[in-house]
Each structure stands twice: as structure tokens, then as C-alpha cells.
């Protein structure tokens, strides 16, 4: 199986940063994407970010200029650094891993991100 890992998320005031982790294991061949998802309550799952297996990123414009995302390929880890942060970035936050040739998702258990006003 797939496991990832997350960490990283709490409590913060607006304007502070945080940085999320999410470490692959288990049956992985090769990763083609990471990205990070959120989902605000009461409203669907958002993509926010994500990182292709050729370096490529691509941000939601909502967080364009405040959050990164990188990677460590030799820990299957992928990052989300998280700066300048506001209320309505609040959310439980997924990391989610496609592996080449394969359209399944493989989620993180969701780590909570809180920012207060």
C-alpha cells in the first residue's frame, strides 16, 4: 500500500506561516504528481498546489505568491510553506500522490490548519 503522512498544520494568527510535510511510503514505483488539497468547512475539496515529476508547480491564484511548493526526492517528501497566512486559508489540508501511469488517488489523513483574525 501507499501510505503518506502529513504534519505540520496548527493554530496561527493571520499574517504567520507555517510549513506542511507529507512523507510517501509503501508500494511506490515512481511519483508523477504531489499536490496539496484543502478543504474549508462546509465546502468541497480544493487543489491548491502541486509539483510534477519534471519540476513543474502550478498554484490556485488564491495562494499564488504566498504558498510554495517543493520537494525531496530522495525522502518522497513534498512540501507546502505557507506564508503570509489568512482566515480564509483555513481548512483541513490533504496531500494527495499520483504515481506514473495511474489516475488513483492516494490521500494523507488531512492535517488541520487554523488561522485566526
Known amino acids: 500500500q501507499v501510505q503518506l503522512v502529513e504534519s505540520g498544520g496548527g493554530l496561527v494568527q493571520a499574517g504567520g506561516s507555517l510549513r506542511l510535510s507529507c512523507a510517501a511510503s509503501?508500494?511506490?514505483?515512481?511519483?508523477?504528481?504531489m499536490g496539496w488539497y484543502r478543504q474549508p468547512p462546509g465546502k468541497q475539496r480544493e487543489l491548491v498546489a502541486s509539483i510534477y515529476s519534471g519540476g513543474a508547480t502550478s498554484y490556485t491564484d488564491a495562494v499564488k505568491g504566498r504558498f510554495t511548493i517543493s520537494r525531496d526526492n530522495a525522502k518522497n517528501t513534498v512540501y507546502l510553506q505557507m506564508n503570509s497566512l489568512k482566515p480564509e486559508d483555513t481548512a483541513v489540508y490533504y496531500c494527495?500522490?499520483?504515481?506514473?501511469?495511474?489516475?488513483?488517488?492516494?490521500w494523507g489523513q488531512g492535517t488541520q490548519v487554523t488561522v485566526s483574525s
Open positions: 509503501g508500494s511506490i514505483f515512481r511519483i508523477n504528481v
Open positions: 494527495n500522490v499520483r504515481l506514473s501511469f495511474s489516475t488513483v488517488d492516494h
